[in-house]
């Protein structure tokens, strides 16, 4: 009925207007936003020119992007070519994160801050900075507008303001932070300071401004409401469902007061859509367009109506145009000089940047996780522009993190990681990883980062597992042995460019191995129970752009041991030491693998790894140890597929891998791999390189998950005839 009193009354107003003035209120919606979209391109159709655009949330970001100068087609290829969850997720660059975090932090899926002793929530599942960089990048053409009516099209927008829960007009100042601070979803995205104020999602306190655009003095007002219904009694079945129903009385109630004062009122069909239905643009886009055909002709005869339409410019943005920072103003820091701010940045004045550059420089920035919002804008200046920053520095230096794992050595294991910096000085980080499961262990990281100059750190692990081993060339079958490793470590070490790490130091580590099964009395027989002192060396470059399945990039770690002093001559039973003393010897081995994808389905990752002990080594505790799937061995314990743990033990070892992943699906993957190797006590005596080579082979299925990856492989060699199957769930660690 309302439309077609719309379709018979609306003329009358029409010619009663010499140029009628079109405003247009977008409301919010979250996915169902997308509507706009098809809204705007029928608008377009039908010759309608907006004079004035309003909106919240979703229709904020939508309205603002074309009140810039983003013509509709424009808008939905952006919104096609964007993976809004990625960028709601603030996921960071692998190659912006720091060294520590990438060797040590990388293994859980939940992180909680913690604030005077209690474990909290954060205010949102994102801080929202990708949402803000995006923003900044596409609306780099009018980024020296900061009156929104001097937009090709005038323009404002709605937000919340936290603290009193009032609506709050954002017609001034960056354009990027308004759209960012009136999308701010509760419990999704971080709230946003403007003007001092802590604003978030519009939709809260007016999700449907068409009163606001009444202010503006517009002839006719047309509404694209995106909003949903008030749930029915059946649908009201959980905590969540009664929830959402008590936040959406108020609004709803106004946004229904709000459709009365509108000339046109648009309400597409998407009730089976919701919010975070990002998958479903092109249904949604095309809801957007059926809403509009009932009112076709009444927006044609009012398009007729405007005689002096104004020539809207096609808006061009280059991502990659470079442009002079000339003056940078920092504001927010306390505790962290403009010096920290700008080296992390690697930004100075007089730099030449992008706006794609930019926001990768916030983003190492960001990934710091010493600030809770890094809010900035960019303004014309004497010779190019000027960077404003704004932090908000972390008054959280703590966080506890949780992660789960399961392999067939070391079964099932919770991880709780605490995490915490500025301990005893401004720059260090500590990082205590502590496993509860079937085997109980611990890794111990402090490190006090001085960046480029020499930096220091100390480490404590404790590890063990139990399992079934040919442990050393005298069994003839595999005995179950109790495998137990204590190492306390100090070391020096200098970082470049985050990737790549130096260091070196003195290792202590104690280990105990026995079995209960070697011998049929019920005594414990103890292979060893000794200490030992060794200095090291290290190299480490990562490049990779994924800890867990990666498409390109490449890892160098190499290492070398001196073995200086241990206590094993006399700490040993007479069974297991003999007349074997320890003698000084040393160990070399290093491992190097990269990835390539091509076809962007297919990854070839290729891994090289060697091992090699100098010296006379006449125990045979610390010998290369190779086989198994395992990615979190210690000591010398070497993966190998075909091979069971421990199958190959000698004083060296060479290995190649090659492994040919396909993605059918979004993080599925489908693997083939080989791996080709050889043990002995010198691998790489002249004429026996390739003497005696061992080979094994894989196929798997893996999925990419936030817990980490899940795994089913199965593993055969030609070279014996068992074959076995592997399964791992979560990161490793």
């Known amino acids: 009925m309302k439309k077609l009193l719309t379709i018979l009354i609306l003329p009358i107003l029409i010619y009663a207007q010499e140029q009628p003035k079109i405003g247009l209120v977008l409301s919010g919606?979250?996915?169902?936003?997308?509507?706009?979209?098809?809204?705007?391109?029928?608008?377009?159709?039908?010759?309608?020119?907006?004079?004035?655009?309003?909106?919240?949330?979703?229709?904020?970001?939508?309205?603002?992007?074309?009140?810039?100068?983003?013509?509709?087609?424009?808008?939905?290829?952006?919104?096609?070519?964007?993976?809004?969850?990625?960028?709601?997720?603030?996921?960071?660059?692998?190659?912006?994160?720091?060294y520590f975090e990438k060797a040590y932090l990388e293994k859980t899926a939940v992180s909680l801050p913690i604030k005077n002793g209690s474990i909290g929530l954060p205010l949102g599942l994102s801080k929202g900075q990708n949402v803000l960089n995006f923003l900044t990048e596409?609306?780099?053409?009018?980024?020296?507008?900061?009156?929104?009516?001097?937009?090709?099209?005038?323009?404002?927008?709605?937000?919340?303001?936290?603290?009193?829960?009032?609506?709050?007009?954002?017609?001034?100042?960056?354009?990027?932070?308004?759209?960012?601070?009136?999308?701010?979803?509760?419990?999704?995205?971080?709230?946003?300071?403007?003007?001092?104020?802590?604003?978030?999602?519009?939709?809260?306190?007016?999700?449907?401004?068409v009163d606001r655009m009444r202010e503006k003095g517009v002839d006719i007002v047309i509404g694209v409401n995106v909003q949903g219904t008030l749930l029915k009694r059946d649908e009201l079945s959980s905590v969540a469902s009664l929830?959402?129903?008590?936040?959406?009385?108020?609004?709803?109630?106004?946004?229904?007061?709000?459709?009365?004062?509108?000339?046109?009122?648009?309400?597409?069909?998407?009730?089976?859509?919701?919010?975070?239905?990002?998958?479903?643009?092109?249904?949604?886009i095309k809801a957007g367009i059926r809403a509009v055909k009932p009112y076709y002709s009444v927006l044609k005869e009012l398009a007729k109506k405007q005689k002096n339409k104004k020539?809207?410019?096609?808006?061009?943005?280059?991502?990659?145009?470079?442009?002079?920072?000339?003056?940078?103003?920092?504001?927010?820091?306390?505790?962290?000089?403009?010096?920290?701010?700008?080296?992390?940045?690697?930004?100075?004045?007089?730099?030449?940047?992008?706006?794609?550059?930019i926001s990768k420089k916030i983003n190492t920035l960001t990934a710091t996780k010493n600030f809770q919002r890094i809010d900035?804008?960019?303004?014309?200046?004497?010779?190019?522009?000027?960077?404003?920053?704004?932090?908000?520095e972390n008054d959280i230096k703590s966080f506890l993190s949780l992660g789960v794992h399961y392999d067939l050595l070391y079964k099932t294991g919770v991880l709780l990681n605490y995490n915490q910096k500025k301990i005893l000085s401004a720059n260090d980080e500590l990082s205590l990883d502590l496993v509860i499961g079937d085997d109980v262990r611990y890794d111990f990281q402090y490190f006090i980062d001085n960046g480029f100059l020499l930096s220091y750190g100390f480490a404590s692990r404790y590890n063990s597992f139990e399992t079934d081993v040919l442990f050393n060339e005298n069994n003839l079958n595999k005995i179950n042995v109790d495998y137990r490793d204590f190492t306390?470590?100090?070391?020096?070490?200098?970082?470049?460019?985050?990737?790549?790490?130096?260091?070196?130091?003195?290792?202590?580590?104690?280990?105990?191995?026995?079995?209960?099964?070697?011998?049929?009395?019920?005594?414990?027989?103890v292979f060893d129970n000794s200490s030992y002192l060794n200095s090291f060396a290290f190299l480490e470059i990562d490049n990779f752009d994924k800890s867990m399945f990666p498409t390109k990039g490449f890892l160098l770690n190499a290492n070398f041991r001196w073995f200086m002093w241990s206590n094993r001559n006399e700490s040993l039973n007479d069974f297991a030491s003999g007349s074997i003393r320890f003698n000084q010897y040393s160990q070399v081995d290093a491992l190097f693998s990269y990835a390539t994808t091509f076809w962007k389905k297919f990854t070839f990752l290729n891994t090289y790894q060697f091992g090699a002990t100098l010296g006379e080594e006449d125990s045979e505790i610390l010998d290369y140890r190779?086989?198994?799937?395992?990615?979190?061995?210690?000591?010398?314990?070497?993966?190998?597929?075909?091979?069971?743990?421990?199958s190959l033990t000698d004083q060296s070892f060479l290995k190649s891998e090659f492994h040919?992943?396909?993605?059918?699906?979004?993080?599925?993957?489908?693997?083939?791999?080989?791996?080709?190797?050889?043990?002995?006590?010198?691998?790489?005596r002249r004429g026996e390189l390739l003497k005696d080579t061992k080979s094994g082979y894989a196929v798997g299925y893996g999925i990419e998950t936030i817990i980490g990856p899940i795994e089913l492989k199965y593993t055969w060699s030609p070279d014996h005839e068992d074959k076995f199957l592997l399964f791992n769930l979560g990161f490793w660690f």
């Open 29 to 98: 919606g979250g996915a169902k936003g997308f509507a706009h979209v098809g809204v705007l391109q029928e608008l377009e159709k039908a010759g309608v020119q907006i004079d004035y655009i309003g909106g919240t949330s979703m229709g904020a970001v939508v309205g603002g992007l074309y009140a810039a100068g983003y013509s509709p087609n424009q808008i939905e290829k952006i919104i096609r070519d964007i993976d809004f969850l990625y960028v709601i997720q603030d996921n960071i660059s692998r190659e912006d994160k720091s």
């Open 138 to 209: 596409l609306l780099a053409p009018v980024d020296n507008v900061d009156d929104f009516f001097r937009l090709p099209t005038p323009f404002f927008c709605v937000a919340t303001d936290t603290e009193t829960g009032k609506e709050v007009v954002l017609e001034k100042g960056s354009l990027p932070l308004a759209l960012r601070a009136s999308a701010s979803f509760p419990s999704l995205l971080n709230p946003v300071e403007v003007d001092n104020r802590l604003l978030m999602d519009g939709g809260v306190a007016n999700n449907f401004p």
């Open 243 to 284: 929830l959402s129903q008590i936040v959406n009385f108020q609004m709803y109630e106004k946004s229904d007061e709000q459709v009365k004062k509108l000339d046109i009122h648009i309400h597409p069909d998407i009730a089976d859509y919701t919010v975070v239905s990002f998958d479903k643009k092109d249904e949604i």
């Open 311 to 357: 020539q809207k410019e096609k808006i061009v943005y280059k991502e990659n145009n470079l442009f002079l920072i000339d003056r940078i103003i920092l504001k927010g820091n306390k505790h962290y000089t403009q010096d920290y701010i700008l080296g992390k940045l690697r930004l100075k004045e007089g730099d030449s940047v992008s706006y794609r550059d």
């Open 376 to 392: 900035y804008t960019l303004k014309n200046s004497f010779k190019g522009k000027k960077l404003e920053l704004k932090v908000k």
């Open 488 to 525: 306390n470590r100090v070391f020096a070490q200098t970082t470049f460019n985050k990737r790549t790490a130096f260091g070196l130091g003195v290792e202590f580590k104690n280990l105990k191995i026995s079995s209960d099964t070697f011998l049929t009395n019920d005594e414990e027989t």
């Open 626 to 646: 190779v086989g198994g799937y395992n990615q979190n061995y210690i000591n010398n314990f070497i993966p190998f597929y075909g091979y069971d743990i421990s």
């Open 660 to 684: 040919l992943r396909y993605e059918p699906f979004k993080k599925n993957y489908l693997s083939f791999i080989a791996n080709y190797g050889r043990v002995a006590k010198n691998v790489f």
